[in-house]
Nanobody
Framework: QVQLVESGGGLVQPGGSLRLSCAAS????????MGWYRQAPGKQRELVAA???????NYADSVKGRFTISRDNVKKTVSLQMNSLKPEDTAVYFC?????????????WGQGTQVTVSS
């Protein structure tokens, strides 16, 4: 069974920084794309940032220049460094990954971690 476990959320003031981490575990053969999504109250879940197994990144326009996604293929982790945080970044952040396990690909999600940006 494959699991994604996030950590690093919390409360931060506007302009502050947070780092989210996500670790994959279980019967994993390989991991393709990994990413971070977020969902604010009353809004749809949206892509924040994604990274391929080769390190190619993609960001939502709203976070470009402020957030950085990275991954460690050996440790099976993906991280999101969030700087210059704004109140509109407040949301539950979810880690996602496309993982090959037991011969089949699947899209897996973490349980989510709350990020609140407020003074």
């Amino acid at each position: 069974q494959v699991q994604l476990v996030e950590s690093g959320g919390g409360l931060v003031q506007p302009g502050g920084s947070l780092r989210l981490s996500c670790a994959a575990s279980g019967r994993i053969f390989s991991i393709n794309d990994m990413g971070w999504y977020r969902q604010a109250p009353g809004k749809q879940r949206e892509l924040v940032a994604a990274i391929t197994s080769g390190g190619i990144t993609n960001y939502a326009d709203s976070v470009k220049g402020r957030f950085t996604i990275s991954r460690d293929n050996v440790k099976k982790t993906v991280s999101l460094q969030m700087n210059s945080l704004k109140p509109e970044d407040t949301a539950v952040y979810f880690c996602s990954a496309r993982i090959w396990s037991a011969g089949y690909p699947g899209n897996y999600w973490g349980q989510g971690t709350q990020v609140t940006v407020s003074s």
